[in-house]
């Protein structure tokens, strides 16, 4: 079959309309749909990383961070080869290929997650591969940026980035279904511990009897108990004691930290704790789910993906070689608009990675806990919604303007989670807010994902290769958000309990950002008006 078209002329007003057209939209269409799993895959582990635990998986919070973000990780690195490669192969073979690749990923965690003595270092590999789904972006979209003519860039580009980032959404409202539905394999036994429950369970037994079943549990059981103690709480205890032996810590703790402490510790050691103390207890539940289904319900649509991907796609003759396509980094534009990318998209990326564990280690051991993905899907539903809905905005009034009112928008929220403590919480009446601000912030990485997408191409007007290798190079660097993210989040709660300083850090960035936006591509008389 025939890959590469004969010509391409999309600003040619005659070939649009009787040629063109036809083609272009044909191929936004199959491609936003291989997207949209894309971006699914690629969230996939951190949607299932929350369950883990429950499972029987011995994985610390540190741990679970790094299966978080590990696939932004990795598919920043695969968005940079995915940059240089649609001109080498063009857009058929690319999206065929990128979407079979993504099979390995869902049939390994699949798999992985049905044997609770899967060690950590194959979920990291799987974590890796996971990556393939984020690294599409980078040759996708810059695909479609060569098949519209300018009048439609934003668009189209939008329209496949919004759709496409619904995958997010997807991944996260999916899995609490399909977690039922048997897709192959047997049930795994999930536990959960209430908070509240586990206090009842230590206000009514005695000291001696809590001291007795925690004193029998090995070096690193208690040492898992006296993890799950927020780091000031732990110092201040270690202080009065003056002392470093876990059995002593653990006596002195108050009663709502030493039950908080046991509740989020690993569900199954908890369960073995309090079965001890009151064999009766009603703080351990347990469900039946299927969580190889969280991953297994991919396979039938990757596959039918691929294959229509095959013989439906066409490539635009527009062939360079990676050294001709180095040139994008001689011009300052490409470094300017990866600043401004990192902070909209990142953003999105980061937060959807993120949120889910977010809600789960600072509002999580409070009485009546939320469930993360009862939430988490929300506000990658909201970003992508937001993308897709701006994306002809930006056509009507340019990208610049929406890329720096997203500026102010992140701005404001960050300013908003660290002023009001919705990151350093005290009791569940703030969650309602957090969860608040944190959606308007979607809702705003949504619209300036959509303005700096039409901008762009108008940037680098003067050549189109140039301005899709731009498209793919920005949202490489701006893939790392994820991994970004989830790190410093990760690192911030482990260390203190609270995620202060990271937005700290997101504040000074996005004034960054929005100073450069509105300098080169805003303001009246900037040097590229877009």
């Known amino acids: 079959m025939k890959t590469w078209l004969d010509k391409w002329e999309p600003e040619n007003d005659e070939f649009w309309k009787n040629t063109g057209s036809k083609i272009a939209w044909k191929t936004l269409t199959i491609t936003t749909l291989s997207l949209i799993f894309s971006f699914a895959s690629w969230f996939m582990m951190s949607v299932i ?19 978080v973000a590990i696939p932004g990780l990795a598919a920043g690195f695969l968005r940079i080869i995915h940059t240089f490669i649609l001109p080498i192969y063009g857009t058929r073979h690319v999206v065929t290929v990128a979407t079979l690749l993504k099979l390995i990923p869902v049939v390994g965690i699949g798999f992985a997650v049905m044997d609770t003595n899967t060690p950590f270092w194959v979920f990291v590999l799987l974590a890796i591969t996971s990556g393939f789904g984020g690294g599409d972006f980078s040759s996708f979209m810059p695909s479609t940026s060569l098949f519209f003519p300018k009048r439609l860039k934003g668009t189209a580009l939008g329209i496949q980035a919004g759709i496409g980032n619904f995958g997010v959404s997807l991944a996260q409202f999916i899995t609490p279904i399909i977690l039922s539905v048997s897709i192959y394999g047997t049930t795994s036994v999930f536990t959960s511990i209430d908070v509240k429950e586990t206090k009842n369970v230590l206000k009514d037994s005695t000291v001696e009897k809590q001291n007795e079943v925690f004193a029998a549990l090995d070096d690193k059981s208690q040492n898992k108990i006296l993890a799950a103690v927020k780091k000031p709480v732990l110092d201040s205890v270690t202080a009065v004691t003056k002392s470093n032996e876990n059995f002593k810590i653990f006596s002195a703790l108050p009663l709502n930290e030493k039950s908080k402490a046991i509740a989020n510790a690993n569900p199954k050691l908890a369960e073995k704790i309090l079965n001890k103390i009151s064999p009766e207890n009603e703080a351990v539940t347990h469900k039946e789910i299927y969580i190889q289904s969280a991953a297994f319900w991919y396979i039938g649509f990757l596959l039918v993906l691929g294959v229509i991907s095959w013989f439906f796609l066409k490539s635009i003759p527009m062939q360079a070689s990676i050294k001709e396509q180095m040139d994008i980094f001689k011009n300052k534009h490409t470094w300017f608009c990866t600043i401004t990318y990192v902070m909209t998209f990142g953003t999105f990326a980061g937060l959807s990675a993120a949120f889910p564990l977010m809600i789960k280690f600072l509002y999580g051991d409070f009485p009546n806990a939320p469930d993360p993905l009862v939430y988490a899907f929300y506000g990658p539903l909201i970003g992508s919604a937001s993308r897709v809905c701006f994306g002809f ?11 720096t009112i997203t ?39 949504g619209v300036g994902n959509a303005g700096t997408f039409r901008q762009f191409p108008i940037i680098f007007s003067e050549n189109q290769r140039q301005a899709a290798g731009v498209i793919g190079w920005t949202a490489a660097i701006a893939a790392f958000g994820p991994f970004i993210f989830s ?22 960035f996005t004034i960054l950002a929005t100073s450069v936006n509105w300098w080169f591509y805003n303001r009246k008389g900037c040097e590229k008006p877009s």
């Open 407 to 445: 500026g102010i928008g992140i701005l404001t929220g960050a300013v908003i989670l660290v002023t009001q403590g919705l990151v350093s919480p005290t009791s569940m009446d703030q969650f309602p807010m957090f969860v608040a601000v944190i959606l308007a912030m979607f809702f705003f990485t």
């Open 487 to 508: 790190k410093l989040i990760g690192n911030n709660i482990t260390a203190n309990g609270t995620v202060n300083q990271f937005f700290i850090g997101l504040i000074l």
């Open 393 to 403: 905005v930006a056509d009507k009034v340019g990208g610049a303007i929406l890329t």
């Open 49 to 67: 990383a929350v369950k883990l635990p429950g499972l029987g998986f011995p994985f610390s919070k540190d741990q679970l961070f790094w299966l």
